[in-house]
C-alpha cells in the first residue's frame, strides 16, 4: 500500500513538472495609442475647400451644357405639339369637307367633284407629311434625350473621380504627416476618433496634425 501511495505522489508530481514546461512566456510590450479626428482634420485642410471649388465650378460648367440640351428639348416638344394640332385642324377639315359632299345632290357633285376632291387630295397629303414630321420629330426628341442622360452620367462619373482623385492625395499627405507625428511621440498605432467610445485627451494629436497642414 505504502508503495502505491509513493508511486501516485510522485506522479502527480512528474505530471505537474511536464505541464509547467510547456507554458509559454512572451515579452509583454507597451502599446502606446493615439487618436485624429479625420473628420476635424479634412474639415481643416486647405485643399478638401479647393477641391470642393474645383468640383463645384466643373459641375456648374456642365450643368449649364446640360440645361442647353434640355431647351433644345423643349423647344421640340412645342414643335411637335403645334404640328399635333395642325394635323387636328386638317383632319376637321377633311371631315368638314367629306359631310359636305355627302349632303348635295349627284348633279352638284359631278359638276364640283374634280375640286372636291383635289382639295381632300391635298389635305391627306398634308397630313401624311405632318405625320411624318411628328415621327422625325419623336426620334429626334429621343436621341436628345438619350444623349442627355448619357451627358449627365458623365458629370457623375467625372465628379466621382475627382473626388476619389482629391481623397487619395489627401490621404497621401495625411498619412505622412500622421506617420512624422507617431515617431515623434512614439506612438505605436493612431486610429480615428469617430471610433472611440472613450479616450484621454493627451492621446488626442488632431490639432497637432491641423498644425503641420499648415
Do not use: C, W
Request: charged share 30%; glycine share 2%.
Amino acid at each position: 500500500m505504502k508503495v502505491k501511495i509513493l508511486f501516485l505522489f510522485y506522479l502527480i508530481i512528474f505530471a505537474s513538472l511536464t505541464f509547467s514546461l510547456e507554458i509559454q512566456t512572451y515579452d509583454v510590450k507597451i502599446i502606446r495609442i493615439g487618436v485624429v479626428d479625420m473628420d476635424k482634420v479634412l474639415k481643416e485642410h486647405p485643399a478638401v475647400e479647393k477641391a470642393q471649388q474645383d468640383i463645384a465650378l466643373y459641375r456648374q460648367n456642365k450643368t449649364a451644357e446640360l440645361a442647353n440640351i434640355e431647351s433644345e428639348i423643349e423647344k421640340l416638344l412645342k414643335e411637335k405639339l403645334t404640328i399635333i394640332t395642325e394635323i387636328e385642324q386638317l383632319k376637321t377639315q377633311l371631315e368638314n369637307i367629306t359631310k359636305s359632299t355627302e349632303t348635295v345632290t349627284n348633279v352638284e357633285i359631278s359638276s364640283d367633284t374634280t375640286e372636291v376632291e383635289k382639295q381632300i387630295q391635298q389635305l391627306n397629303s398634308s397630313i401624311e407629311t405632318k405625320q411624318r414630321n411628328v415621327e422625325q420629330l419623336n426620334r429626334t426628341i429621343e436621341e436628345k434625350k438619350q444623349y442627355l442622360n448619357q451627358k449627365r452620367q458623365e458629370l457623375e462619373d467625372e465628379i466621382l473621380k475627382m473626388k476619389q482623385k482629391a481623397e487619395v492625395l489627401l490621404y497621401a499627405e495625411l498619412y505622412e504627416i500622421i506617420q512624422k507625428i507617431a515617431q515623434q511621440e512614439g506612438l505605436n498605432i493612431i486610429i480615428n476618433k469617430s471610433g472611440i467610445l472613450y479616450g484621454e485627451p493627451e492621446v488626442d494629436i488632431t490639432e497637432k496634425v491641423i498644425k503641420k497642414l499648415k
